[in-house]
């Protein structure tokens, strides 16, 4: 375990992620009808869909009842200064689309850090969909349901790549004359620790679009498992923990698939 980090905040946040996945799940259940509801404009600016703001409140309302103080930035609410210790970054949801259409394909996502994203100390991603929990923890690995991660030596003889397009047109007319097997998921934290896995050779988004609530526990989780995250460049990413900046982002497990990306951009 880390340090530097007392193990009840890494508690609350599984317990956070623990309760927003029940959440998730009872809503999808008993009421489904209601998942792509908007009911709000979030601070990022974009709307907010009832399945995000039921998951980000479950999350508010765990917080302000915890023992230890912590703040929160999140997706819909911002950032809400707590006078914690730590900062929480969460994506109550990511994937709505997925999860709104019945696409067993998204995610809530949690990173514990400070100021940066090279901050972060411990992070979950949890796949609602099927259960599949990566945890991580700087300097001490990166875990799929409790078993270690480690990026494979070698990619396998054909090579996948994941991307995000958005509603990006230069960069899809790049994409199409890419010279990979090329796959679009929706859901940017488990795309990167399917890289981690070995199951993607590397997750690219080409132009300014991913926040840091998306990939803040995912980019600890490659790197912990001996991965690389760069901008689109190959630069080594970094961001500051709002909802301001946006990058352009690649995850390969080691630098020659980085720079074999990069040369493309």
Partial sequence: MSENMDEEFKILAKEIIKKIDRKIRSTIKKEPYKLAKTIDIGADGTPTKYIDK?????????????????DLLSEEAGFIDNDGEYLFV??????????????????????????????????????????????????????LNKKPVVIPDMPSSEILYSITLGKNKEAFARYLTFPHTLRCFGCASLEMCMVATGALDGYIVSHEH????????????????????TDIKGKTLEMMLNLDERVSIIAAGNPQVTRSIAKNF
């Fill in 210 to 229: 991913i926040r840091v609530i998306d990939i803040a526990a995912s980019t600890l989780f490659v790197r912990e498992a001996g991965g690389i995250v």
């Fill in 90 to 143: 969460l994506d109550p949801v990511d994937g709505t689309r997925n999860a709104m259409r019945g696409i067993p394909f998204f995610s809530v996502s949690l990173a514990i850090g400070k100021k940066k994203l090279s901050d972060i100390e411990y992070g979950i991603v949890k796949n609602i969909a099927n259960k599949d929990e990566f945890i991580v923890e700087k300097h001490h690995g990166a875990f």
């Fill in 54 to 70: 039921i998951a980000e409140n479950v999350a508010i309302k765990t917080i302000k009842n915890a023992e230890v103080s912590v």
